[in-house]
């Protein structure tokens, strides 16, 4: 069993920059696909980014080149850059810890884009 903590967001102007942050417990993430999603109110639930085991990342079509997904496994922890936000990246932001089948979740970070 995975437990996952989201940290890092907040209010940010457009054009503003927030790195968040996954601390997982309870087990070593080395072997484990770790993500973001996102969900903004009205809106489902979507991929944000995400990082396989072998460092190969996937985002999605509206955040590349803008957003940043990375792992550090020494210490256990996931990390999201996002740059040059705007007011539709304003969602609450999940990480998410996949492997075997299973997926495991986090209780969320809000971020807000808005002037």
């Known amino acids: 069993q995975v437990q996952l903590v989201e940290s890092g967001g907040g209010l940010v102007q457009p054009g503003g920059s927030l790195r968040l942050s996954c601390a997982a417990s309870g087990n070593r993430i080395t072997y484990y696909t770790m993500g973001w999603y996102r969900q903004a109110p009205g809106r489902e639930r979507e991929l944000v980014a995400s990082?396989?085991?072998?460092?190969?990342?996937n985002y999605a079509n509206s955040v590349k080149g803008r957003f940043t997904i990375s792992r550090d496994n020494a210490k256990n922890t996931v990390y999201l850059q996002m740059n040059s936000l705007e007011p539709e990246d304003t969602a609450l932001y999940y990480c998410?810890?996949?492997?075997?089948?299973?997926?495991?979740w986090g209780q969320g970070t809000q971020v807000t884009v808005s002037s």
């Open positions: 998410t810890a996949q492997a075997l089948g299973r997926s495991h």
């Open positions: 990082i396989t085991s072998g460092l190969k990342t």
